[in-house]
């Protein structure tokens, strides 16, 4: 009885044995076949084109790829942007000034409208009231004293000229009085998140950003955490002459102010930079798009986008990383004003790790986070040893046990 038992355990055992190996054979094989395909080389990146009605011309200028896809980095810009000739305001920078220096005197310009009243200039004992237009060469048209060019001046300046010529040889002690009764030469462009948009006539040389914001009745909510002001880039008339010629030594096109900074009540802290004949303001909306996050994330889908966004704040908006993420080929697809989708392969972790740059993101980018096969592998391996253990499975081949032979602590098992 005892041969038998022992030729029926060695025959178990052999059974065993060759499972074991058939197993290991199919493990082998899986393996092999992720390691194929985690093995294949790096994806170059390629150019593609998509349907032209898939195209928003309207928001193209936002990727500005060249032939090289153009992908820029936060050091790239000194302020973290991904357009040049942005200036971002900081804490230490100071509101800046007009040519004129603190004065909140008007200047004349063409298209202001005048009224003078000038007492017994066409009958004795009468008031004359004329109202006058500055024409495009800077002069306006009086009654007896014929064309005078006012353009530049104020109405103080205008008032001591009236009264000298009128003294030289017409009225003796004239009386004159000046007002302007249309602003029309000094226009600004406000849009985005405002209460009231369109164009704004300038009533003093150095209007700020807030009394222009406060003449378009304020901002609306929510908005975003940035005023977009675009310098000489509303020019109506069509002359020559815009706010462009009226910026200071820095040069600056582009500024972005802070709300925060902006409505700050620390006097030091505030920036409320001057507005120039010809300025856009652009009132930027809490969101100024989308972009899109696929694959290996915890919450993908479209995320609002606004600038600046890089690509490690768009994951972290995602919830991060999934456990079987491959973080060294996240690809970005992008495109450009020519409608042209270009990729590029990034590797996040070593982003994370400070060896390369953090890139930024455009509007209507698409990101995708790969699996890693060899994660996704182990990790499949990992969840089914968890639920053979939550299930009571045992992962142990106990011989005497299925010979119906009852073994001290199973140590018989294999």
């Known amino acids: 009885?005892?041969?038998?038992?022992?030729?029926?355990?060695?025959?178990?055992?052999?059974?065993?044995?060759?499972?074991?190996?058939?197993?290991?054979?199919?493990?082998?094989?899986?393996?092999?076949?992720?390691?194929?395909?985690?093995?294949?080389?790096?994806?170059?990146?390629?150019?593609?084109?998509?349907?032209?009605s898939q195209l928003d011309n309207s928001m193209a200028g936002y990727a500005r790829p060249d032939e090289q896809v153009g992908w820029q980095t936060a050091s790239q810009s000194p302020q973290g942007h991904p357009e040049e000739g942005i200036q971002q305001w900081d804490s230490s920078q100071q509101p800046a000034l007009t040519a004129r220096g603190s004065s909140t005197e008007y200047h004349f310009g063409p298209g202001d409208v005048l009224l003078i009243k000038v007492f017994q200039l066409l009958e004795p004992d009468k008031e004359a009231i004329i109202k006058a237009e500055v024409d495009r060469t800077g002069h306006i048209y009086m009654p007896v004293l014929n064309h005078i060019y006012v353009n530049e001046l104020t109405v103080e300046q205008l008032q001591r000229e009236l009264i000298r010529r009128l003294a030289t040889n017409y009225i003796k002690d004239p009386k004159v009085n000046v007002a302007i009764e249309q602003f029309n030469s000094k226009l600004v462009m406000v849009m985005g998140n405002v209460n009231r948009t369109g164009t704004l006539a300038l009533q003093t040389d150095n209007t700020t950003l807030l009394d222009v914001i406060s003449q378009m009745n304020g901002l609306?909510?929510?908005?975003?955490?940035?005023?977009?002001?675009?310098?000489?880039?509303?020019?109506?008339?069509?002359?020559?002459?815009?706010?462009?010629?009226?910026?200071?030594?820095?040069?600056?096109?582009?500024?972005?102010?802070?709300?925060?900074?902006?409505?700050?009540?620390?006097?030091?802290?505030?920036?409320?930079p001057v507005i120039y004949p010809g300025d856009v303001v652009n009132v930027l909306p809490a969101s100024e798009g989308y972009i899109y996050v696929a694959g290996e994330v915890k919450q993908p889908g479209s995320k609002d986008f606004r600038r600046p966004l890089t690509i490690m704040q768009a994951i972290a908006v995602c919830g991060g990383e999934t456990k079987i993420a491959d973080e060294k080929h996240c690809t970005v697809i992008r495109r450009g004003v020519d409608g042209i989708e270009r990729e590029v392969v990034i590797n996040l972790e070593r982003i994370r790790e400070g060896k390369d740059?953090?890139?930024?993101?455009?509007?209507?980018?698409?990101?995708?986070?790969?699996?890693?096969?060899?994660?996704?592998?182990?990790?499949?391996?990992?969840?089914?040893?968890?639920?053979?253990?939550s299930t009571g499975v045992?992962?142990?081949?106990?011989?005497?046990?299925?010979?119906?032979?009852t073994s001290a602590g199973g140590a018989g098992g294999y």
């Open 394 to 405: 045992s992962f142990t081949y106990d011989a005497a046990r299925d010979a119906g032979v």
């Open 1 to 52: 009885m005892f041969l038998l038992f022992k030729a029926t355990a060695m025959y178990e055992k052999k059974q065993v044995s060759i499972l074991i190996s058939r197993t290991m054979l199919i493990v082998m094989l899986l393996l092999s076949l992720t390691l194929g395909g985690c093995g294949k080389p790096k994806r170059a990146a390629r150019p593609y084109k998509i349907a032209p």
């Open 220 to 272: 609306r909510t929510p908005t975003g955490p940035e005023i977009e002001i675009l310098r000489g880039a509303y020019n109506p008339t069509g002359s020559k002459q815009t706010g462009a010629s009226m910026i200071d030594a820095t040069g600056k096109k582009r500024e972005r102010v802070p709300v925060s900074l902006l409505f700050s009540d620390n006097e030091r802290s505030r920036v409320n």
């Open 357 to 389: 740059d953090n890139i930024l993101l455009a509007q209507n980018d698409t990101i995708y986070v790969p699996v890693d096969g060899w994660k996704k592998f182990w990790d499949d391996v990992n969840n089914m040893f968890r639920r053979g253990v």
